[in-house]
Antibody, heavy 119, light 107 residues
Framework: EAQLVQSGENLVQPGGSLRLSCGGS????????MNWVRQAPGRGLEWVAY????????HYAESVEGRFTISRDNGKKVLYLRLNNVRVEDTAIYYC????????????WGQGTLVTVSS | DTQMTQSPSSLSASVGDRVTITCRAS??????LAWFQQKPGKAPKSLIY???YLQIGVPSRFSGSGSGTDFTLTISGLQPEDFATYYC?????????FGQGTRLEIK
């Protein structure tokens, strides 16, 4: 069964950096476009970033552009999100999400990683 | 950006009821709309894509309809496991955007 498994919780100070990871298994990872979606405490879902299967196309939400970097290592079947210069408002659960290989809709989610930005 | 507006924001219903959640897009998104279900403390689950197509394993009591700017998610014959929060999402253009969510509660 296809699944996405994410790295553990993180606590980081404002202005700090961290990297999230998301490993794919039981599917041909490089053929799938991937996204990061976050959810602040008690709030709704917010799309963060997109990367195509071959890393040739990347998009970011305006709220993270210039601070976050999405990348992937298809050989290791891992998706990354580098968070730089984090702010308190970046506190959220971050989900990796796979797009279906026949379209742009999300069909599989990771379990989520809590990122807490606090001094 | 394409804004997605869901209504209602919360809804109370009983087991066996039929409920409808609406989602309106600020721009024409054709049929590039998905629905997700999220239970407390859990990751979202994909329910519907391309407006009306059920993801594998999703019960047939869930259905979606619409096109352009107006969409609906209908659950016919609510089951106890259906009480959750539901989100719509457009994937027509970047940035992808979600509705604010509809919380479905037991009456």
């Amino acid at each position: 069964e296809a699944q996405l498994v994410q790295s553990g919780e993180n606590l980081v100070q404002p202005g700090g950096s961290l990297r999230l990871s998301c490993g794919g298994s039981a599917f041909f990872f490089s053929q799938y476009n991937m996204n990061w979606v976050r959810q602040a405490p008690g709030r709704g879902l917010e799309w963060v970033a997109y990367i195509s299967g071959g890393s040739t196309v990347i998009h970011y939400a305006e709220s993270v552009e210039g601070r976050f970097t999405i990348s992937r290592d298809n050989g290791k079947k891992v998706l990354y999100l580098r968070l730089n210069n984090v702010r308190v408002e970046d506190t959220a659960i971050y989900y990796c999400a796979r797009e279906n290989d026949k379209g742009f809709w999300i069909d599989l989610w990771g379990q989520g990683t809590l990122v807490t930005v606090s001094s | 950006d394409t804004q997605m507006t869901q209504s209602p924001s919360s809804l109370s219903a009983s087991v066996g009821d039929r409920v409808t959640i609406t989602c309106r897009a600020s721009h024409d998104i054709a049929n590039d709309l998905a629905w997700f279900q999220q239970k407390p403390g859990k990751a979202p689950k994909s329910l519907i894509y391309a407006t009306s197509y059920l993801q594998i394993g999703v019960p047939s009591r869930f259905s979606g309809s619409g096109s352009g700017t107006d969409f609906t998610l209908t659950i016919s014959g609510l089951q106890p496991e259906d009480f959750a929060t539901y989100y719509c999402q457009q994937y027509k253009t970047y940035p992808y955007t979600f509705g604010q969510g509809t919380r479905l509660e037991i009456k």
